[in-house]
């Protein structure tokens, strides 16, 4: 099983993800893929202003249609050492979860509620019944619900979080994403690296669970890392304490005139029009001789706010309708145009929007089973138009809608209500395969010798527009 462990954005929600436990993981829940969640701005769910206090209830799509009648509530009985408010509040939940998820009809519900009773055994307050949530939505099938616990939501909504500020990626041992002045930035440690060893503990024969306990300790931790190019070892150690996991999207230009972007995911409490700006003003820096092609890198791309990261690629991906979002019946477009990103009712303008010199690019998409969520309407954003192509791995697999109800502790509970669709009305509910399947090797990540951009580069040079670049 691949893994990873560090905080995952989805529709500009901050949500702990634990691969076995962790003691340095404040309210962690066990591990999905990624979910990303509602890629959509806040009412249509990652909000392009996140709110200052508690989510609104049923953000991340129009309305699904009502039912026209509340499903039946099977009550059970409760075991003797369960408090009646333990048992409430799972038949709260539960109740949510047979109302809005997109494919209720399918669920056994009076076997899932006995079930879910069963996990609950011994619970006494809300937060002892948040696993056994966790747990029914996997079960049911909804593999990009989750749920928010309320002592999560100051932390999302500002952007800040407690622990050690790298991303890990399992069986690899390999450290994707390192958060800018961070405990593990300050310590020295770098995207790429290897972690050989923790506290002189090999990591080459840990357990996933093991390898994440070890690398996010509560203290600090002594780590050994392999890094490329470099003969020996680096050492560092790593103290947890509190970082920003703000990062802006990166231009920069390759070899052979071609632009390269990476849209990484967006946090709650970053500013969704300055995330896209930075993305327009980068891609006007690199485009000053024009591009001939372009790469749009959505591999570390975890999710966080659809229109933020539409109104980025926008420029490069072209005027349109680009997706949709499939609820029922009903269908709400992804559109892009002159710096607009519109998920109606919402909306997003970038204020000084970039045309590129020569429009409608060739385009290669990179992914990874870390693309969730508003990655994946990013990388669907691009399916179906003419000259892209995607390399790398499958994506996550959570192409899907996600309604927020706020239930009675204050803790938001994320259902999955529909699905998305290209340009072209295919729809998707599992991962999205590349075009092309590229072995990815993070300790080369966006390096010359990164074999997922080598491929992309060697495509678009046979590209007309690239040609005898």
């Excluded at 056994?132 to 616990?149: C, S």
Aim: hydrophobic fraction near 40%; proline fraction near 9%.
């Amino acid at each position: 099983m691949h893994c990873f462990r560090s905080v995952l954005l989805f529709c500009g929600c901050t949500l702990l993800i634990a691969c076995g436990s962790a003691a340095s993981v404040p309210t962690a829940l066990p591990a999905p893929t990624p979910p990303a969640a509602t890629n959509i701005p806040v009412t249509a769910t990652a909000a392009a202003t996140p709110p200052a206090a508690t989510p609104p209830a049923a953000t991340s799509m129009p309305p699904t249609p009502a039912a026209t009648t509340a499903p039946t509530v099977a009550q059970t009985a409760p075991v003797a050492s369960t408090s009646p408010a333990a048992v409430a509040y799972m038949e709260e939940a539960l109740t949510a979860m047979q109302t809005m998820f997109y494919n209720s009809a399918a669920v056994d519900w009076p076997a899932t509620r006995t079930e879910a009773m069963e996990l609950i055994q011994g619970a006494q307050t809300s937060a002892d019944t948040y696993d056994a949530i966790f747990n029914v939505l996997r079960q049911i099938g909804d593999a990009h619900g989750h749920l928010i616990p309320p002592v999560n939501l100051e932390q999302t909504q500002q952007g800040r979080l407690g622990g050690p500020g790298y991303f890990l990626v399992f069986p690899e041992r390999v450290v994707m994403k390192v958060y800018a002045n961070g405990p593990a930035d300050q310590a020295g440690v770098r995207e790429g690296d290897l972690i050989e060893a923790v506290n002189g503990v090999p990591t080459s024969t840990m357990t996933e669970t093991l390898f994440f306990d070890s690398t996010f300790a509560d203290g600090p931790m002594q780590l050994s890392l392999r890094r490329v190019g470099v003969a020996e070892p680096v050492q560092a150690t790593v103290t947890p304490g509190e970082y920003d996991v703000k990062i802006d999207p990166v231009a920069r230009r390759l070899a052979s005139s071609i632009g390269y972007l990476e849209i990484p995911n967006i946090s709650s409490g970053q500013d969704a029009t300055a995330f896209a700006q930075a993305a327009h003003n980068g891609i006007a820096t690199v485009d000053q001789e024009p591009a001939c092609g372009w790469i749009v890198d959505l591999r570390r791309n975890t999710g966080g706010n659809s229109l933020a990261m539409l109104a980025a690629v926008g420029p490069i991906v072209g005027e349109g309708e680009l997706g949709a979002f499939v609820v029922g019946s009903e269908r709400t477009p992804w559109n892009y145009v002159t710096g607009r990103a519109s998920l109606p009712p919402r909306d997003l303008q970038v204020a000084t929007p970039y045309t590129l010199k020569q429009p409608d690019p060739p385009v290669a998409v990179l992914t990874s089973r870390f693309t969730n969520s508003a990655g994946e309407v990013t990388t669907l954003a691009f399916r179906g138009r003419a000259e892209a192509r995607s390399f790398g791995e499958p994506t996550g697999g959570v192409p899907t809608v996600l309604r927020n109800t706020e239930l009675s502790d204050k803790a938001i509970l994320r259902v999955t209500v529909g699905l998305y669709a290209d340009r072209t009305g295919q729809t998707y509910a599992a991962a999205i395969p590349p075009d092309e399947s590229v072995k990815l090797d993070w300790t080369r990540f966006g390096s010359d010798d990164d074999p997922v951009i080598q491929a992309a580069s060697a495509w678009l040079q046979q590209q007309p527009a690239c040609a005898g670049r």
